[in-house]
């Protein structure tokens, strides 16, 4: 399914993306804000090749892989 995604017209980095399969959802790219103390993950993709100190809270919605 398609995804949209947005850059920052000056330099071109990647700072979000909107998922056709995720309706009402926007995918934002922590490591672009200044400030990322306030973000609490909800959902995680790839957890079967996180890296060991990644921590996935339980109660999040997790995927060993991505959408399936």
Do not use: Y
């Amino acid at each position: 399914k398609p995804i949209l995604r947005k850059f920052f017209p000056k330099c071109g980095s990647l700072i979000a993306a909107e998922a056709e399969a995720l309706p009402g959802a926007l995918i934002i790219k922590a490591g672009t804000l200044d400030e990322r103390l306030w973000l609490k993950p909800n959902t995680h993709l790839w957890a079967s090749s996180a890296q060991p100190w990644v921590r996935i809270d339980p109660s999040a919605t997790s995927f060993s892989k991505g959408m399936t």
